[in-house]
């Protein structure tokens, strides 16, 4: 059963608990269905909660002021009494996770990060640009399922294969979550989103525990920027490569994406908070 906080962020939590809660922060081309995939064995034998960031899926109460994902985040872990975590997080989610780590240090016992997105990205490449462009064009004239095919032929499929070469169902999948989102702030045109100042890219340094960096071979190339600046920026950050996933290597190969994640949370050394 969906659960909310007290300022209408929707989340779920599950499995046994006992150690360390792993939370689950979804893409910006997602919500926190994106996790049905690989729920079920990790609430298994992992306490395990998933959220909707605010304007994404069922957390869809329209802010009194400006958005902050990471004190959304903060907000929740406080309320459901978790002091301290692993933290999860695919594009979007990743730099929220990030942020979420450099505002309260001692709530983060590890980052893994899938593939690093949202404040995370800085480099305007050809292939970034190109999906800017296309999105809003599609946006400004009011045509919801152009920008929602803008998004999957950049997130889903990348620029380096086609639409045929992924699973159907993936990109379903992602159609309903990433339409959902555009009709939920459909009308937030004049809501801001708060900014970390200074950005996270400027404060990797600060962040000491252990990060798990994965990225698809098949992702955009400003992706591998950000993987490239995040892993020189963290001490003892941790790289991993699957040559043939996207962006979303979570809902492309859940099965691999599961023993990745437990294996990460059972053999991650838990400093001191």
């Known amino acids: 059963m969906t659960s909310f906080t007290s300022n209408g962020i929707a989340y779920d939590r599950g499995g046994p608990r006992g150690e360390l809660p792993i939370v689950l922060i979804h893409a910006g081309v997602a919500d926190r269905g994106m996790w049905d995939p690989i729920w079920p064995e990790l609430t298994g034998d992992r306490d395990v909660v998933r959220l909707d960031l605010r304007?994404?899926?069922?957390?869809a109460a329209r802010p009194a002021g400006a958005v902050s994902h990471p004190a959304d985040v903060l907000d929740m872990l406080s309320e459901m009494g978790v002091d301290r975590c692993h933290v999860v997080g695919a594009s979007l989610g990743a730099g929220v996770a990030v942020e979420v780590a450099l505002a309260r240090p001692s709530a983060v016992a590890s980052l893994l990060l899938a593939a690093p997105g949202g404040s995370l990205l800085t480099e305007m490449t050809p292939d970034l640009r190109a999906f800017l462009d296309a999105e809003r064009t599609a946006l400004e004239r009011g045509d919801l399922d152009a920008a929602v095919d803008a998004?999957?032929?950049?997130?889903?499929?990348?620029?380096?294969?086609s639409a045929d070469q992924v699973d159907p169902s993936v990109r379903e999948r992602v159609r309903r979550m990433q339409r959902r989102a555009f009709e939920v702030t459909a009308d937030w045109d004049d809501v801001e989103e708060q900014e970390l100042d200074p950005p996270a890219l400027d404060r990797l340094s600060e962040i000491e525990v252990p990060v798990l960096v994965l990225v698809g071979g098949l992702d955009l190339d400003t992706v591998h920027n950000a993987v490239g600046r995040v892993v020189a920026g963290i001490s003892g950050a941790r790289r991993v490569n699957w040559a043939d996933a996207g962006h979303l290597p979570s809902l492309e190969n859940p099965a691999a994406f599961t023993g990745l994640l437990q294996e990460w949370v059972k053999d991650t050394p838990i400093a001191a908070g």
Do not use: I, K, P, Y
């Open 151 to 161: 998004n999957l032929a950049w997130w889903v499929e990348g620029t380096r294969r």
């Open 55 to 59: 304007g994404f899926g069922d957390s």
